[in-house]
């Protein structure tokens, strides 16, 4: 059975940084897509950024240049380094995985099978 347990979630002030972790159980990162998905009060989980089995990488453009996504293989678990973050950032963010991946649609919630609890990033201006 897949798990998916985020953490690393809080409160932080606008321009602040956060890390997220996404630790995987039942499910090898490695070799997978996996992605970030957000979702503010009273909008649609949108994804954010994705990474391919082979380590490339997608972000939306409202966290390009800002947002890292990465796999840290040792603890099995799937990174969201956020910096300058923005009060429009504040949402709860989840970790997504699938067995089959569809990397023409990354960020698309369908391409994903597996989901975590969600953990919530607030920022504070």
């Known amino acids: 059975q897949v798990q998916l347990v985020e953490s690393g979630g809080g409160p932080v002030q606008a321009d602040g940084s956060l890390r997220l972790s996404c630790a995987a159980f039942?499910?090898?990162?490695?070799?997978?897509?996996m992605a970030w998905f957000r979702q503010a009060p009273g909008k649609e989980r949108e994804g954010i950024a994705a990474?391919?089995?082979?380590?490339?990488?997608r972000y939306a453009d409202s966290v390009k240049g800002r947002f890292t996504i990465s796999k840290d293989f040792p603890k099995n678990s799937l990174v969201l380094q956020m910096n300058s973050l923005k009060f429009e950032d504040t949402a709860v963010y989840y970790c997504?995985?699938?067995?089959?991946?569809?990397?023409?649609?990354?960020?698309?919630?369908?391409?994903?099978?597996?989901w975590g609890q969600g953990t919530q990033v607030t920022v504070s201006t």
């Open positions: 039942g499910y090898y990162v490695g070799g997978h897509c």
């Open positions: 997504a995985a699938t067995d089959s991946c569809d990397w023409s649609r990354p960020l698309e919630r369908a391409a994903y099978h597996y």
């Open positions: 990474i391919s089995g082979d380590s490339d990488t």
